[in-house]
């Protein structure tokens, strides 16, 4: 998709919206084998062509319309067909009417497809209705038919789903067109379906073999003898930097101006010589955990003089990251790894009760009513060297939050008003961005406001960078709120157990959700499928399930849920002791599989499938103080964890042969 924008190609066009290509071959097996290369389309040749007996045809054709305008007589008139250049296919990969039939189930596509089927859907049949079938049309079945995919298969379940109940109508073989039918290794689950598709694209088959399409899409085999070669001509009106105008025929410039409409556009050609493959560029890696700043010792209990504390990564954390073996599956990030080595524990005065890893390396531990601040540069990679934390202010007649600046020598250096109100509003909650730009405020009414923030680098100071917005739609407290710069957007939960889905940019609401009537303790948003995580707690024994360890007789429980970021329930569980704090890993989705790690009140910790939350493993703390605080590291090798008794926990992931 990176490559389809670079190319011109955009999601507000849909005459060059962005195109990816059909990956997978199989979609009738029960199962699906992604070490198996028949599995995978033949990424070397074009759609029309992966059936080896259509290419005979599309070349027959070439040839016919490459004599037919050879032998076209100067200055004499030609049928419009018969005197343009020789080309393998009439009909495009990607156009305005493709797009549109893939997202007919969505709003505003589905009136834009109305109009542009001039007021009403798509026969029955034409409609898309199967996945297998798109499939062999596609490549098999039909000469006319060419098209590749749209981003949205790999990340938008949600276009399979008929959600607003248009009425399609019915099939010639009386089957009403609904949901989209999807394949047998899918089990009728939409999310699996885009979690295998990314899954395959960067499987090794496609690593191998993914610079082929990138040739013949954006690359060398796009145009001139090389694009012949590959059978991949498509109609002259297609392709970038054709001058409609300086057609003198006005018959043929308008035909020419219908048909940039119609048949869509291939993309501006990027590279001139063969893309390199995947697997040429392996050995670039990101940058590594680093130490930085005064190491604390193992077991270290400094005292401060303020409620802020940082911490960077022990020395002793670095020499066990060097010898970590670092494939995809052997990570805390994924479901197969060994069990992570505690690997620091330093023990500070207070509950930690937020934890934030920086990329730089280094551990933030916040005490209770406190939220970790942290301004980025707008150019360059690196945190600012001063950091801050927000503390509520409480008060029968005030509410607010101050900011204190702490500098290296960990004492408060600077003090900012941030927010105060003469109210009985009082602030229950409140989050950062990650940049520092944003910070949203939780309060006892249900109210939710949304700050901007400018840093000073000057004055070193805070102030805020224009009015607050106020999000209304809670009536009960606020219990937590978090801001994901991802998916740009704001979630919000409440003592009813009702979450509300904001849009960071715009500052509206976007959808809700409602857990079991119980308060919202912990919420997280993943960074890489958008999925919100709530945990929601009670005091009734009404568990459904048992896991190994636990007591058969318990008085509290709690239960986990997992949404879309589109607020459509996926999975929950409920487990017989209370999730006292909630982390997301952070790997590449489709080289890894995330988990979600919880921390408990007696001080265990377990990790959860991201894919269908269920129990995959549990980490051994051999403490019994409640886990008020979890996060994963930047690169999600590591795990810190923070318990109310005021200790930091970091354990890392070693290799098998290790143990």
């Known amino acids: 998709a990176v490559v389809s924008t670079q190319s011109t190609g955009s999601f507000n066009d849909l005459m060059q919206y962005p195109v990816l290509p059909f990956i997978l071959a199989d979609y009738t097996s029960p199962t699906l084998d992604l070490n198996n290369p028949t599995t995978f389309r033949n990424l070397s040749l074009p759609m029309a062509i992966q059936d080896p007996k259509l290419k005979e045809h599309f070349v027959q054709r070439y040839e016919m319309l490459k004599r037919d305008y050879e032998n076209q007589s100067e200055g004499i008139e030609q049928p419009l067909n018969t005197g343009t250049q020789p080309y393998h296919y009439g009909s495009h990969y990607s156009n305005s009417g493709i797009v549109l039939h893939y997202l007919v189930r969505l709003l505003p596509y589905a009136k834009l497809f109305i109009d542009f089927q001039g007021g009403s859907f798509d026969i029955p049949d034409r409609t898309f209705h199967a996945m297998r079938t798109t499939w062999k049309l596609a490549s098999s079945e039909s000469t006319t038919d060419v098209r590749e995919l749209i981003p949205e298969f790999f990340y938008l379940p949600e276009l399979f789903h008929n959600t607003e109940g248009f009425r399609f109508g019915e099939r010639q073989n009386g089957n009403t067109v609904d949901d989209v039918l999807l394949p047998s290794w899918a089990s009728e689950d939409s999310r699996l379906l885009i979690l295998t598709h990314r899954m395959a694209l960067e499987s090794e088959y496609v690593s191998q073999n993914l610079h082929h399409w990138i040739d013949l899409v954006f690359g060398y085999k796009q145009q001139g003898q090389a694009a012949v070669d590959a059978i991949n001509v498509f109609h002259p009106s297609t392709y970038f930097g054709i001058d409609v105008e300086k057609i003198e025929n006005a018959l043929h410039r308008e035909a020419m101006k219908t048909m940039v409409k119609t048949y869509g556009q291939t993309p501006k050609q990027l590279f001139k010589e063969p893309h390199v493959t995947r697997n040429a560029m392996a050995h670039i890696h990101s940058k590594p955990l680093t130490t930085k700043g005064a190491p604390m010792q193992q077991g270290s209990n400094q005292k401060m003089t303020s409620r802020f504390w940082r911490m960077a990564f022990a020395s002793s954390m670095s020499d066990a990251l060097s010898t970590i073996d670092r494939e995809r599956d052997l990570t805390p990030g994924t479901l197969h790894f060994s069990q992570p080595v505690l690997c620091w524990t330093a023990k500070f005065p207070h509950s930690i009760t937020s934890i934030r890893c920086l990329p730089s390396g280094e551990v933030v531990a916040m005490p209770p009513s406190s939220t970790y601040l942290a301004f980025v540069p707008w150019k360059g990679p690196r945190y600012e060297q001063v950091s801050s934390f927000t503390e509520e202010a409480g008060g029968s007649n005030y509410t607010g939050l101050r900011i204190r600046w702490e500098g290296s020598n960990?004492?408060?250096?600077?003090?900012?008003?941030?927010?105060?109100?003469?109210?009985?509003?009082?602030?229950?909650?409140?989050?950062?961005?990650?940049?520092?730009?944003?910070?949203?405020?939780?309060?006892?009414?249900?109210?939710?406001?949304?700050?901007?923030?400018?840093?000073?680098?000057?004055?070193?100071?805070?102030?805020?960078?224009?009015?607050?917005?106020?999000?209304?739609?809670?009536?009960?407290?606020?219990?937590?709120?978090?801001?994901?710069?991802?998916?740009?957007?704001?979630?919000?939960?409440?003592?009813?157990?009702?979450?509300?889905?904001?849009?960071?940019?715009?500052?509206?609401?976007?959808?809700?959700?409602?857990?079991?009537?119980?308060?919202?303790?912990?919420?997280?948003?993943?960074?890489?499928?958008?999925?919100?995580?709530?945990?929601?707690s009670s005091s009734k024994d009404h568990r459904n399930v048992s896991f190994p360890g636990l007591p058969s007789s318990v008085e509290s429980v709690s239960e986990i849920y997992l949404h879309s970021v589109n607020g459509k329930y996926i999975a929950w569980s409920r487990c017989s002791h209370v999730i006292t704090s909630l982390a997301i890993s952070v790997m590449s989705e489709g080289l890894y599989k995330n988990v979600i790690a919880t921390g408990f009140q007696n001080g265990n910790i377990w990790l959860w499938n991201t894919w269908n939350l269920q129990v995959v493993s549990d980490i051994q703390t051999n403490f019994t103080s409640p886990i008020l605080s979890l996060e994963f590291s930047h690169d999600s090798y590591s795990l810190a964890a923070g318990t109310e008794e005021g200790r930091l926990l970091v354990w890392t992931q070693t290799h098998p042969a290790n143990n």
């Not at 805020?464 to 978090?482: D, E, F, K, S």
């Not at 939960?493 to 119980?518: H, P």
Request: hydrophobic fraction near 40%.
């Open 410 to 536: 960990v004492h408060v250096i600077a003090e900012t008003i941030l927010y105060s109100i003469a109210s009985t509003d009082h602030v229950t909650c409140c989050a950062a961005a990650r940049d520092g730009r944003v910070f949203v405020i939780g309060y006892q009414s249900g109210l939710v406001t949304v700050q901007p923030l400018q840093y000073e680098q000057s004055t070193k100071s805070v102030s805020n960078m224009g009015a607050a917005r106020y999000l209304t739609g809670h009536v009960h407290p606020i219990t937590t709120v978090q801001i994901n710069r991802a998916f740009s957007v704001i979630v919000s939960a409440d003592a009813s157990g009702k979450v509300i889905i904001w849009d960071l940019n715009l500052m509206t609401y976007v959808n809700y959700f409602e857990t079991r009537q119980s308060p919202v303790s912990c919420l997280r948003v993943s960074d890489t499928l958008g999925d919100i995580v709530t945990v929601s």
